[in-house]
T-cell receptor
Framework: AQKITQTQPGMFVQEKEAVTLDCTYD???????LFWYKQPSSGEMIFLIY??????QNATEGRYSLNFQKARKSANLVISASQLGDSAMYFC??????????????FGQGTRLTINP | DTAVSQTPKYLVTQMGNDKSIKCEQN?????MYWYKQDSKKFLKIMFS???????INETVPNRFSPKSPDKAHLNLHINSLELGDSAVYFC?????????????FGPGTRLLVL
C-alpha cells in the first residue's frame, strides 16, 4: 500500500499567489515525522520543513508552512506569496519510529509546481 | 564548504562495466544513506550505514555494494552495470540521536548506462 500519496502531479500558479501542495500518509505508528523537500531543475534535494507527529503546532519556516491534520493523515505544504524560483518538484516524505539507528524516508510521487509570471 | 558532496556528478558508461560513486559529508553526522531516483522521479532508499555499520539494506541486487570506510564517507560500487541502473543516485546524511532527525542530501550522481 502506498505510504505517501501526492495526488497532484502538476500545479500551475500565478506569481505572488499562495499555493497548497497536498500530501496524505498511511501509518499505524504513533511516532513518525513528515518532511517536505524541493527539487529544482538543477536536481538537488533541498530540505524545506519538518513536522513531528507529536508536535501540536503546525511547522513554519519562512514562506513555508505545513498544514498538519493528524486525524485526516494529511500534511499539506503551503507556500505563501509564491515566487518564480519556487518552480520545482516537491516531495513529501515520512519517517516512522523515533528510535535510534537509521530510519528510512519513504517518498511520495512528487508534485511539479510551476509559477507563472 | 559543501555539506554532503558526491563524485562524480555525471557518469556515462557501457553496460557490463563496474563503477563507483563516492559520498562525503562534513556535517559530523553518524548515519549515511543511498537513495535511487528513477526516470519517473520516484525516490527509494537503497542502503544506510550508522557509524560504519550497515543498518538498512533494501531489496537491491547484489551487484550494488556500499562501503563505509569511516563515518564521513559512504561509497557505492556497482558491478556489471545494466541499462536499468540508469538513474540519479543521492547520498544523504543525518544525525540519529533518537529524535526525528532531518536527512540532508548531496547533489546527486546522474548515471547513464549505454
Amino acid at each position: 500500500a502506498q505510504k505517501i500519496t501526492q495526488t497532484q502531479p502538476g500545479m500551475f500558479v500565478q506569481e505572488k499567489e499562495a499555493v497548497t501542495l497536498d500530501c496524505t500518509y498511511d501509518t499505524s505508528d504513533q511516532s513518525y515525522g513528515l518532511f517536505w523537500y524541493k527539487q529544482p531543475s538543477s536536481g538537488e534535494m533541498i530540505f524545506l520543513i519538518y513536522q513531528g507527529s507529536y508536535d501540536e503546532q503546525n511547522a513554519t519556516e519562512g514562506r513555508y508552512s505545513l498544514n498538519f491534520q493528524k486525524a485526516r493523515k494529511s500534511a499539506n505544504l503551503v507556500i505563501s506569496a509564491s515566487q518564480l524560483g519556487d518552480s520545482a518538484m516537491y516531495f513529501c516524505a515520512m519517517r516512522e519510529g523515533f528510535f535510534g539507528g537509521a530510519q528510512k524516508l519513504v517518498f511520495g510521487q512528487g508534485t511539479r509546481l510551476t509559477i507563472n509570471p | 564548504d559543501t555539506a554532503v558532496s558526491q563524485t562524480p556528478k555525471y557518469l556515462v558508461t557501457q553496460m557490463g562495466n563496474d563503477k563507483s560513486i563516492k559520498c562525503e559529508q562534513n556535517l559530523g553526522h553518524d548515519t549515511m544513506y543511498w537513495y535511487k531516483q528513477d526516470s519517473k522521479k520516484f525516490l527509494k532508499i537503497m542502503f544506510s550505514y550508522n557509524n560504519k555499520e550497515l543498518i538498512i539494506n533494501e531489496t537491491v541486487p547484489n551487484r550494488f555494494s556500499p562501503k563505509s570506510p569511516d563515518k564521513a564517507h559512504l561509497n557505492l560500487h556497482i558491478n556489471s552495470l545494466e541499462l536499468g541502473d540508469s538513474a540519479v543516485y543521492f547520498c544523504a546524511s543525518s544525525q540519529e540521536s533518537g529524535r526525528m532527525e532531518t536527512q540532508y542530501f548531496g547533489p546527486g550522481t546522474r548515471l547513464l548506462v549505454l
